[in-house]
T-cell receptor
Framework: ETGVTQSPTHLIKTRGQQVTLRCSSQ?????VSWYQQALGQGPQFIFQ???????GRGNFPPRFSGLQFPNYSSELNVNALELDDSALYLC???????????????FGEGSRLTVL | GNSVTQMEGPVTLSEEAFLTINCTYT??????LFWYVQYPGEGLQLLLK?????DKGSNKGFEATYRKETTSFHLEKGSVQVSDSAVYFC??????????????FGTGTRLQVTL
């Protein structure tokens, strides 16, 4: 069973640039969620994708956007980077049931973004 | 809105000591409650969960009981090991108006266990 994998593991950008982070979900999972974890803080929910559509969003501006592909992998895009975007970005996959319930979240190791 | 408050760390204990990490929450409805653990250099792992009042979640010697009357979900372990050193996050998911994948996390408590 392949776990959740994220790339890149580390990257450095400058303010105003754009970044794309990638996530491959665990085998058999149809839902991907993204979280932002600032240093010393708990993860904050950014959004979730199910059936290639956004299915819930946290308190993040529109410059945070995402995609989910037919193979359930996902991308997180952040435009016009700001210094406060420096954080660990976590991807989590899960199985979403028609009943509306979700199985356990399985997290990747994250992509650490530094904005200078 | 939903929120989770957990005790600040770091918590430093000697091996075989008793561990308590406090967690309280604010939520509408009847949330599910979770403890996640993050070992150095790794992603978050689900440690245990409880989905209704008075449920006790347990795993790897850790326990937590869902206390609706005190809105708490304190993590306990009777005898910690050096290998338990990690950051522990309390979290909740509210079933009202959202999916169970949207978790609200506390700020985390770092546990250091020494020989």
């Amino acid at each position: 069973e392949t776990g959740v994998t994220q790339s890149p593991t580390h990257l450095i950008k400058t303010r105003g640039q754009q970044v794309t982070l990638r996530c491959s979900s665990q085998s058999g999972h149809n839902t991907v969620s993204w979280y932002q974890q600032a240093l010393g803080q708990g993860p904050q929910f950014i959004f979730q994708y199910y059936r290639e559509e956004e299915n819930g969003r946290g308190n993040f501006p529109p410059r945070f956007s995402g995609l989910q592909f037919p193979n359930y992998s996902s991308e997180l895009n952040v435009n016009a980077l700001e210094l406060d975007d420096s954080a660990l970005y976590l991807c989590a996959s899960s199985l979403f049931y028609a009943s509306g319930l979700s199985g356990e979240l399985f997290f990747g190791e994250g992509s650490r973004l530094t904005v200078l | 809105g939903n929120s989770v408050t957990q005790m600040e760390g770091p918590v430093t204990l000697s091996e075989e000591a008793f561990l308590t990490i406090n967690c309280t929450y604010t939520a509408t409805g009847y949330p599910s409650l979770f403890w996640y653990v993050q070992y150095p250099g790794e992603g978050l792992q689900l440690l245990l969960k409880a989905t209704k009042a008075d449920d006790k979640g347990s795993n790897k010697g850790f326990e937590a009981t869902y206390r609706k009357e005190t809105t708490s979900f304190h993590l306990e372990k009777g005898s910690v090991q050096v290998s338990d050193s990690a950051v522990y996050f309390c979290a909740l998911s509210s079933p009202s108006g959202g999916t169970a994948s949207k978790l609200t996390f506390g700020t985390g408590t770092r546990l250091q266990v020494t020989l």
